[in-house]
């Protein structure tokens, strides 16, 4: 009954690209900030979010990207958000999360962004 | 007013575990009560968010109580009640922060009830001293008469 919530992490060149799938909900959030902390500790800090197939995110699941969006651009990385379906996106938008942070339409838009320089640490 | 009304009801053990089936009942009223995909996810988000406050600081993530979720459809509006037993907590006392000072303080605990009070046309909070606590959160169905018009735009 319960749907579940999914990460797939990948490197993309120097980019690391966190797949979300599923339901983002205060039940399954723990374990996406668990994952973006492991990320920030290893010093990893140019993340993709890839969101095509986040079918769902609560506030604690937004909470997580606000949580880690300074550090990760403290340390000269960032968190950008990639290819989120217009259902989801919506919620988003309702907080003005677009003006905050990189939503790109595609993975690919989103790690080229970064640009070509290595990845620290 | 109403010439029809109905009611529906879902009691859970206090769990986020379970918030996936609080979606689900509420998304299927939507659904039924003729809102769109869209803005049926979003009744469902708001519901998900009173009740992830409800576990999370009136039951303070105590599985062993429940939560109740009741919904009345009639032809002017869904009411959706999210009733508890718990430590009296009155989200809508929070001061509504913008998001950047949520983000500075780097605290997301407000965001919740910002979406609440975006999605929905009326939200209260009511205590009944040693009973219970009840957050009722009303959606309009439609303008009198009218279609109801495509996608969100209640903002």
Known sequence: ?121 | MASFERTFCLQVPSSTENLALIREFVSAIGEQAGFSENETIKLALAVDEACTNVIEHAYQNEASHEVTVRVTVDEEEVAFEVIDRGRGFDPTQEPALPVEELIRRRRSGGLGLRLIRAIMDDVQYRIVPGQMNELRMVKKRRPAGGVRPESGGSQ
Do not use: W
């Open chain 1, 1 to 121: 009954m319960t749907r579940s919530f999914q990460i797939e992490t990948r490197n993309d060149g120097n980019v690391r690209v966190l797949s979300l799938k599923g339901y983002l909900d205060a039940h399954t959030a723990p374990r996406f900030e668990a994952a973006v902390e492991e990320e920030l500790r290893g010093g990893r800090h140019r993340l993709v979010a890839d969101c095509s197939e986040l079918d769902y995110i609560s506030s604690a699941g937004l909470g997580v990207f606000m949580t880690f969006i300074d550090e990760a651009r403290a340390a000269g990385g960032d968190i950008k958000l990639a290819a989120i379906q217009p259902k989801v996106y919506q919620i988003f938008d309702v907080l003005g999360f677009p003006a905050l942070f990189d939503i790109q339409p595609t993975v690919q838009d989103a790690v080229a962004r970064f640009g070509s320089g290595a990845q620290e640490g």
